[in-house]
């Protein structure tokens, strides 16, 4: 039976919450034989109270990974609608799902109602901490640390479950204990205005775990003991609670649990069961030194040696991102482009990535028009394969951005599960990096910067190598003469006396040939300066042609022509120059002009010094060439 591909749409890498959403859902996945693909964008949104806000560029660019989801081959999406950067990409996902009939689950959502969702009961979960302190420790003071005052729906949930678990035992709800944190360090502010009442709280209950950490370093700095003095719980069950003492009394959400919910509610909806447009998963309390259910242990300073691979670990990861950095700037050819790559994604335990480039950025490096553009943020038709990490794919492989990576998703044998996140710089959508992790535990933060720095590097590379190309194309356009393609008077001022030079020490002749189209005024007048222009491309096409490879052919003006050659013998000139009056009588013959194309040449050629006079020289030429045309032109009159 075809395994079914449940996709996962989520910002961050190691949001504690949703990751832990995402190893429900993997681990589901794995037991009833499915595959998952992870959508994330490494930028997480700002914590609320931090003066932080994302860019329209960066939030575009990290928006893109959702546009690689192909719905032909995702038979179910588990989708994290609050935590997406743009709403209107959660509505477009939504849309798109509903086009080909893909069920979503929105999980932990309170501000969609879209999709089936499934919320994690905040009131229950308050309401567990506040009963523990009432029921088994015998608190009636208990003061309250809430998030946001108006707006914000976990917020009220939570500060509504506090006064119903009061009013519930017979203590009346007092206002005055309610301080607003805004889950960030406004806790400190609400813990100093607790410390100036006349009488100290039995309990302070923080409506998440970062402002119960906040909490508690204040009440420590003005040397209160916890739990002695006062009792602190949080909210969460942050993966940090382990490491702060006294470790915190807290609420665990029921994320795991959620994911593995979230699949079967899925899978319902596969077979046609209609769930619920809520489904409640309850939290549990964890217990913790903070309030005096867990004995207090003396913290124990960590050993050297392991204090030297807990900072050592991170000061490697500093060193291998400035070494990205140093190797991506002396990168000159695509191919090598992410060699400094084998490292980080041995780091965080990748078992494959691949790094996915656009096709129009990378196929298209030797065709860059100054006058055209990538379009910004689209997505290519196909994607070329730049990175090998324990997959056989050549570099250089191009295949169909639907498919998503570029080779056959190996899901015979067990269920598979691929991460996707973006690469973009500035406005263009550079690619993508796809990778199977080894674990869902990763330490988004180091991911993140990882990612940037690829995706910065990257960007600059192919940016640069435009810019390089529009240079190379300017300076033609600013050295050559649009119409014929060859020097300008200012290409010959640039390489006329390195050519001379060379022509010196290669001991050769040197000879300035002038050239003029014949009869060109004629033709103009009679036949439009359209035909005008054939005549003067013909004759520049002859010259160059007919005089050596390296040889200087220049349009000086608008019929005329200057030429730089070295010869081994004095007489070559000459024999070129029949060549040249050969090679365009025959043209005359074969091409059936209107008119006769006419070139008349005149040179001057000596073996040059450091003293020769370049400008005299090419004065020569050009009064040799005027004889030669008055010449040619007597004898056509006759």
Not at 190 to 214: W, Y
Not at 245 to 269: C, E, H, N, Q
Not at 584 to 611: A, Q, R, W
Request: charged letters at 30%.
């Amino acid at each position: 039976m075809k395994r079914k591909n449940i996709a996962v749409c989520i910002t961050g890498f190691d949001l504690e919450y949703e990751m832990d959403v995402v190893y429900g859902v993997y681990k589901r996945c794995q037991e009833l034989g499915h595959n998952v693909f992870v959508f994330f964008n490494p930028t997480k949104k700002p914590q609320h109270g931090l003066d932080l806000v994302i860019s329209e560029t960066v939030r575009n660019g990290e928006m893109m990974v959702y546009k690689l989801i192909n719905y032909d081959m995702i038979d179910g999406i588990v989708i994290f609608g609050e935590s997406l950067l743009d709403e209107d990409t959660y509505f477009e996902i939504g849309r798109k799902a509903k086009e080909h009939g893909i069920p979503i689950i929105n999980v932990d959502d309170l501000f969609h109602d879209n999709e089936k969702r499934i919320i994690m009961s905040n009131k229950y979960a308050m309401s567990a901490i506040v009963e523990h302190l009432i029921t088994e420790h015998g608190l009636t003071k208990i003061d309250f640390i809430g998030g946001i005052e108006f707006g914000n729906v976990q917020s009220t949930e939570r500060l509504e479950a506090y006064k119903a678990t009061l009013e519930k035992h017979g203590i009346p709800f007092d206002k005055s204990r309610v301080y607003y944190g805004e889950f960030w360090r406004k806790a400190i502010d609400c813990t100093e205005e607790i410390l100036k009442k006349p009488e100290l709280p039995e309990a302070i209950v923080c409506a998440n775990d970062t402002m119960a950490f906040f909490c508690m370093d204040t009440l420590k700095k003005h040397g209160l003991k916890i739990p002695d003095d006062v009792i602190v719980t949080g909210f969460d069950a942050l993966s940090d609670c382990k490491d702060y003492s006294p470790t915190p009394t807290t609420v665990k959400r029921a994320t795991f649990k959620s994911g593995k919910v979230a699949v079967d509610l899925l899978i319902d909806m596969m077979n046609g069961k209609e769930p619920d447009d809520i489904t409640y998963v309850d939290s549990i309390l964890v217990k913790g030194q903070s309030c005096g259910c867990i004995p207090f242990q003396k913290y124990e300073d960590m050993s050297y040696n392991e204090r030297y691979f807990y900072y050592n670990d991170f000061k490697e990861f500093t060193r291998y991102i400035l070494d990205m950095n140093c190797d991506f700037a002396n990168i000159k050819e695509s191919k090598h482009l992410f060699d400094s790559l084998y490292r980080g994604s041995s780091i965080f335990k990748f078992d494959k990535i691949y790094i996915c480039i656009n096709s129009e950025l990378e196929k298209n490096q030797e065709k860059i028009n100054i006058d055209e553009d990538i379009s910004p943020w689209t997505v290519p038709e196909t994607m070329v394969s730049m990175f090998i990490f324990k997959h056989g794919v050549p570099i250089g492989t191009e295949f169909p951005t639907s498919q998503l990576i570029p080779e056959p998703i190996d899901d015979k044998d067990a269920p598979v599960a691929y991460a996707f996140a973006p690469l973009y710089f500035k406005n263009v959508f550079i690619g993508y990096m796809a990778g199977i992790p080894s674990t869902i535990d990763i330490e988004g933060d180091l991911l993140s910067t990882w990612l940037t720095t690829i995706s910065n590097n990257a960007g600059s590379f192919y940016m640069n190598n435009k810019l390089e190309k529009a240079l190379e194309e300017l300076e033609l356009l600013n050295l050559h003469d649009p119409l014929t393609g060859l020097y300008n008077r200012r290409g010959l001022n640039k390489y006329e006396k390195e050519f001379m030079n060379e022509t010196i020490e290669n001991g050769k002749f040197l000879s300035v040939i002038c050239a003029d189209v014949d009869g060109l005024k004629i033709i103009n007048d009679s036949y439009g300066h359209e035909e005008g222009d054939v005549a003067i491309t013909t004759c520049s096409k002859t010259l160059v042609e007919v005089f050596p490879k390296d040889s200087i052919c220049v349009r000086t003006g608008g019929d005329e022509f200057l030429i730089l050659a070295s010869f081994d013998n004095e007489d070559d000139p000459d024999k070129m120059i029949k060549q040249v009056y050969d090679r365009i009588k025959e043209l005359n013959e074969n091409e059936h002009f209107p008119y006769k194309v006419g070139c008349s040449c005149g040179h001057m050629t000596l073996k040059p010094d450091k003293d020769t006079d370049l400008t005299a020289v090419k004065s020569e030429a050009d009064s040799r060439m005027y004889i030669e045309k008055h010449r040619r032109k007597t004898i056509r009159k006759f």
